[in-house]
């Protein structure tokens, strides 16, 4: 009997990974512009790191950082474009922008900067 419960054990153990990966928290994630600074963030979600961590993340740019970017010479995957992105819960960008529109904009977003450069 200690075996078959060992076993029941194990096999439920083995099934938890699968059964987090399909309840991954989705995160709306504002990147800002495209830029160099960005591409660690691009590379974490190709190479899956953000599921593993149980997240589904999407990042977006705006069509017109987008459109800027493509004037350079960089085409962004439309997957990556989306145009209502000012109330994702995560932007990464500089902290002086946020805090100069928050001053002079009452209907702007409050967020909290947690690190900036």
Do not use: F, W
Not at 7 to 14: D, G, N, P, V, Y
Not at 28 to 44: E, H, P, Q, R, T
């Amino acid at each position: 009997m200690p075996r078959l419960a060992l076993a029941l054990l194990l096999s439920c153990l083995a099934l938890a990974p699968a059964a987090a990966a399909e309840r991954l928290v989705p995160l709306d994630v504002d990147m800002g512009d495209i830029s160099l600074n960005k591409v660690a963030y691009l590379i974490a979600d190709d190479a899956g790191i953000y599921a593993k961590n149980g997240l589904d993340v999407r990042q977006y740019i705006t069509p017109a950082a987008a459109e800027v970017a493509r004037r350079g010479g960089v085409i962004v995957p439309a997957r990556y474009v989306r145009s209502e992105i000012g109330n994702a819960p995560i932007a990464l960008g500089s902290g002086t922008p946020m805090m100069y529109r928050v001053t002079h904009d009452p209907r702007a977003v409050h967020r909290v900067v947690l690190t900036t450069g």
